[in-house]
């Protein structure tokens, strides 16, 4: 019987004090395996110029350490957002965290699926959204870092509110190989996915699985939830202490689709709750 590659955890880590001081001297006081991380200011729009030796010197360490890395594009970013300065600096700041992500070495760009904010711009949302992505698409080599899509908590005019609907994004971006997924456990559950049990993980999944390859899931938020299912409410909590409870983990990292599939926590907290959320995420995966 194959054994099955383990999921890699850990957390998304500060940056304040340097990439190898601060973020990876984080990833080791909390024995994180994985690290999401910012490559710019989330809440804005500016894009600071790399510095390459500091990057070099974060890719080496990161290796040393056995650590893969994550970039977060800014939150400000909505592909389908009918306003063309939020969608042109949208365009610029998607391309701008997949050249970071690169010159960090990080595996994966996470953006979240936006919005069309009111419902008579979705067609021309999803128009936009081949339009200006295709390009950026088309220039990624193979070993570039995937761009990955974050499905958000269902509200308003999301352009994806259940996980299956990502199809919609696949099909707008031609089923690009350089286009992976990220699965927020609180973003789903939020939707309407009941991810407490494991018939309902496998709604989840299979609902997904029928239009895209498992290959896709590239990596996992991995948040308990403030807020019952269904609430449309994006409140991340500590691992155990939400409406989802720990034993889902366990279940959705033993799930075929989710071999090897990171999981990275965006719970509140700092160091010592994120040590003790990442050893109960090792516990349960086994």
């Known amino acids: 019987m194959a054994t099955q590659v383990k999921n890699r955890i850990g957390a998304h880590v500060p940056t304040s004090g340097g990439l190898v001081k601060r973020a990876l001297g984080y990833a080791k006081t909390i024995e994180a395996e994985t690290i999401q991380i910012f490559a710019s200011n989330p809440r804005g729009w500016a894009m600071p110029d790399a510095n ?58 996470v953006i979240h699926t936006g919005s069309a904010v009111k419902e008579e711009f979705v067609d021309q949302a999803w128009k936009q959204i081949h339009n200006g992505m295709m390009p950026i698409l088309e220039n990624l080599k193979d070993e570039d870092p995937f761009l990955l899509l974050e499905p958000t908590a269902g509200q308003g005019q999301s352009l994806v509110k259940k996980l299956e609907e990502l199809v919609k994004y696949f099909e ?24 407490t049990t494991k018939k309902g993980i496998d709604l989840m999944l299979s609902g997904l699985l029928a239009h895209v390859p498992s290959d896709r899931i590239k990596l996992v938020h991995a948040n308990d939830s403030m807020d019952i299912c269904g609430a449309l409410k994006d ?19 033993e799930h075929p689709a989710m071999a090897g599939v990171p999981f990275v926590l965006e719970t509140p907290g700092e160091e010592l709750e994120h040590g003790g959320e990442v050893k109960i995420l090792k516990k349960l995966r086994g």
């Open 52 to 109: 390459p030796a500091a990057d070099a010197d974060f890719r080496e360490s990161a290796a040393a350490m056995d650590i893969t890395t994550y970039v977060h594009a800014p939150f400000l970013i909505n592909l389908g957002s009918p306003t063309e300065g939020t969608y042109e600096n949208s365009l610029a700041s998607t391309e701008y965290a997949l050249r970071r992500s690169r010159e960090l070495g990080a595996l994966g760009a």
């Open 172 to 195: 707008a971006l031609e089923f690009h190989p350089k286009v992976g997924i990220c699965i927020d456990t609180c973003h789903v559950f939020a939707a309407g996915h009941d991810i």
């Open 235 to 253: 409140r991340h909590q500590s691992i155990g202490e939400g409406h989802i409870g720990q034993k889902p983990f366990q279940m959705l990292m």
